[in-house]
Protein backbone atom coordinates (compact mmCIF):
# COMPACT_ATOMS: atom_id res chain seq x y z
CA UNK A 1 0.00 0.00 0.00
CA UNK A 2 1.01 3.76 -0.85
CA UNK A 3 -0.13 6.23 1.41
CA UNK A 4 -0.56 10.09 -0.26
CA UNK A 5 -0.89 12.57 1.84
CA UNK A 6 -1.44 16.43 0.84
CA UNK A 7 -0.62 19.78 2.05
CA UNK A 8 -0.56 23.53 1.04
CA UNK A 9 -3.80 24.89 0.11
CA UNK A 10 -5.48 27.52 1.35
CA UNK A 11 -7.17 30.75 0.87
CA UNK A 12 -5.86 32.92 -1.46
CA UNK A 13 -6.31 35.99 -3.80
CA UNK A 14 -6.41 35.86 -7.87
CA UNK A 15 -2.87 36.17 -8.57
CA UNK A 16 -1.63 34.83 -6.12
CA UNK A 17 0.58 31.39 -5.99
CA UNK A 18 0.40 28.40 -3.91
CA UNK A 19 2.72 25.40 -3.60
CA UNK A 20 1.38 21.95 -3.20
CA UNK A 21 2.88 18.74 -1.62
CA UNK A 22 2.45 15.29 -1.83
CA UNK A 23 4.26 13.07 0.56
CA UNK A 24 3.51 9.22 -0.54
CA UNK A 25 5.44 6.51 2.04
CA UNK A 26 4.58 2.51 2.34
CA UNK A 27 5.72 1.02 -0.82
CA UNK A 28 6.54 3.74 -2.55
CA UNK A 29 8.53 1.09 -5.48
CA UNK A 30 4.60 0.59 -6.32
CA UNK A 31 4.57 3.16 -8.39
CA UNK A 32 6.16 5.17 -11.15
CA UNK A 33 3.39 8.06 -12.17
CA UNK A 34 2.60 10.79 -9.37
CA UNK A 35 -0.01 13.47 -10.42
CA UNK A 36 -2.12 15.86 -9.42
CA UNK A 37 -5.76 16.21 -9.86
CA UNK A 38 -8.97 18.28 -8.73
CA UNK A 39 -12.41 18.78 -8.61
CA UNK A 40 -15.15 20.67 -8.38
CA UNK A 41 -18.96 20.07 -6.41
CA UNK A 42 -20.92 17.86 -8.99
CA UNK A 43 -18.31 18.29 -11.49
CA UNK A 44 -15.74 15.47 -12.62
CA UNK A 45 -12.13 14.47 -11.12
CA UNK A 46 -9.92 16.85 -13.43
CA UNK A 47 -6.43 15.75 -14.57
CA UNK A 48 -4.28 19.03 -13.75
CA UNK A 49 -0.21 17.12 -13.87
CA UNK A 50 1.53 14.15 -14.17
CA UNK A 51 5.23 13.49 -13.36
CA UNK A 52 7.06 10.45 -14.07
CA UNK A 53 9.77 9.77 -11.08
CA UNK A 54 11.87 7.26 -13.30
CA UNK A 55 12.48 9.96 -16.27
CA UNK A 56 11.08 13.19 -15.09
CA UNK A 57 8.63 13.76 -17.92
CA UNK A 58 6.20 16.00 -17.08
CA UNK A 59 2.49 16.75 -18.81
CA UNK A 60 0.37 19.58 -17.56
CA UNK A 61 -3.32 20.24 -18.68
CA UNK A 62 -3.94 23.27 -20.61
CA UNK A 63 -6.16 24.75 -18.56
CA UNK A 64 -3.04 25.40 -16.49
CA UNK A 65 0.13 25.24 -18.79
CA UNK A 66 2.35 28.06 -18.30
CA UNK A 67 1.03 28.39 -14.83
CA UNK A 68 1.20 25.33 -13.03
CA UNK A 69 4.31 22.96 -12.67
CA UNK A 70 4.99 19.82 -11.40
CA UNK A 71 8.08 18.26 -9.70
CA UNK A 72 9.63 15.92 -7.44
CA UNK A 73 11.95 14.96 -5.02
CA UNK A 74 12.19 11.44 -5.21
CA UNK A 75 14.80 10.67 -2.55
CA UNK A 76 11.76 12.73 -0.27
CA UNK A 77 9.27 10.62 -2.08
CA UNK A 78 7.20 13.97 -2.64
CA UNK A 79 5.62 15.58 -5.51
CA UNK A 80 4.51 19.50 -5.54
CA UNK A 81 2.50 21.06 -7.66
CA UNK A 82 3.63 25.39 -8.01
CA UNK A 83 0.96 27.70 -8.73
CA UNK A 84 1.06 30.82 -10.17
CA UNK A 85 -1.45 33.35 -11.14
CA UNK A 86 -4.50 31.44 -9.64
CA UNK A 87 -7.86 32.14 -11.13
CA UNK A 88 -10.72 32.06 -9.39
CA UNK A 89 -11.60 29.06 -11.67
CA UNK A 90 -8.74 27.44 -10.05
CA UNK A 91 -10.64 26.75 -6.84
CA UNK A 92 -11.56 22.78 -6.29
CA UNK A 93 -10.26 20.27 -3.76
CA UNK A 94 -6.53 19.06 -5.42
CA UNK A 95 -5.87 15.64 -5.38
CA UNK A 96 -2.39 13.73 -5.49
CA UNK A 97 -2.34 10.52 -6.81
CA UNK A 98 -0.04 7.68 -7.79
CA UNK A 99 0.30 4.44 -9.82
CA UNK A 100 2.05 2.33 -12.41
CA UNK A 101 0.04 2.24 -15.41
CA UNK A 102 -3.23 3.80 -13.52
CA UNK A 103 -4.04 5.72 -10.55
CA UNK A 104 -4.21 3.63 -8.06
CA UNK A 105 -3.36 5.41 -4.68
CA UNK A 106 -5.16 8.53 -3.89
CA UNK A 107 -4.59 11.23 -0.92
CA UNK A 108 -7.60 12.71 0.66
CA UNK A 109 -7.24 16.30 -1.10
CA UNK A 110 -6.55 19.65 0.29
CA UNK A 111 -8.89 22.44 -0.29
CA UNK A 112 -7.75 25.38 -2.83
CA UNK A 113 -9.94 28.81 -2.89
CA UNK A 114 -9.24 31.43 -4.95
CA UNK A 115 -10.77 34.34 -4.05
CA UNK A 116 -11.32 37.41 -6.75
Known amino acids: QVQLVESGGGLVQAGDSLRLSCAAS????????MAWFRQVPGKEREFVAQISRSGGNTTCANSVKGRFTISGDNAKSTVYLQMNSLKPEDTAVYYC?????????WGQGTQVTVSS
Open 97 to 105: AAGRWTYNY
Open 26 to 33: GRTLDYDL
